[in-house]
């Protein structure tokens, strides 16, 4: 029987109460908001690279970063950056303290609380390790101990499928699960391809590479639900930087990788 998170049903719920109330208050619309204000407040993590992370100056920069901005510019606003963990990240936008959420992928419990927007980067979540371990399938977790942020997909995955002896040590930032990794406190890790590539373009002693895949989930954004002028203005956006071959740039820029084939 599949096992659940109790801690992360009651971020949820808490996400949804607040989203409930909120609908229910008389309000402007979203992108009316925005447009009054001049600014696009764009909820990002920044512990995540090549996504988003900061400079030796402590100057945020990544693939996210750059499409905030370009989001912000396609709406004739600033954008001002929100920074949010991966617990954090819904409840952010259930309260709207965030207009636009980045970094997301679909699934059913957050689309009760957010409209997705199409996916702006590709991304597939995976289990990685150094060369000695061997692990061909989720069954092979057994007895080992697998590093993995909580609240995210790669966390919510585990839960479910991991085997009942296996030992998923959540840590509460991208940051520490890959620390954890890098100094052998976990045996595997569980994140995204592009994340274990930049780890491997540093050349650590302890290199992770891809074991088996736990699942395709390309990179979305998304609003807050019932806010269909915003969404819609945000996926037009996203249409013209793939069109004009922005998005295409970005991702060899940053993701060292082209976009796939009619993405």
Not at 46 to 56: C, H, K, Q, R
Not at 57 to 65: C, E, K, L, T
Not at 82 to 105: E, S
């Amino acid at each position: 029987m599949p096992r659940s998170s109790p801690a992360l049903s009651r971020v949820f719920a808490v996400a949804l109460l607040a989203a409930s109330l909120a609908s229910g208050a008389a309000r402007a619309d979203a992108l009316d908001d925005v447009q009054k204000a001049g600014v696009l407040r764009v909820a990002i993590t920044l512990d995540y690279p090549p996504f988003g992370s900061v400079d030796a100056s402590m100057n945020p920069q990544g693939y996210d970063v750059e499409f905030a901005n370009l989001m912000a510019a396609a709406l004739g606003v600033k954008a001002e950056l929100v920074r949010v963990t991966a617990q954090t990240k819904i409840p952010t936008m259930a309260t709207r303290k965030a207009d636009l959420l980045l970094n997301i992928g679909r699934n059913e419990e957050r689309a009760k609380v957010v409209d997705f927007t199409q996916p702006y980067a590709p991304y597939y979540i995976g289990v990685f390790g150094p060369v000695d371990q061997k692990a061909t399938g989720v069954a092979d977790l057994a007895g080992k101990k697998i590093a993995v942020t909580r609240g995210t997909l790669e966390d919510q995955l585990l839960t479910k499928m991991a085997p009942p002896d296996a030992a998923v040590q959540r840590y509460e930032d991208h940051s520490n699960t890959i620390s954890a990794f890098l100094s052998g406190q976990a045996d595997l890790m569980s994140v995204g391809n592009i994340v274990a590539a930049a780890i491997m373009e540093k050349n650590p002693p302890r290199r992770p590479e891809q074991k088996f895949l736990l699942m395709n989930s390309p990179v979305c954004a998304a609003v807050t639900k019932g806010e269909p002028r915003l969404l819609e203005r945000v996926n037009a956006a996203i249409g013209d930087i793939k069109k004009n071959g922005r998005l295409g740039t970005m991702a060899t820029q940053w993701l060292r990788q082209p976009l796939p084939e009619n993405f």
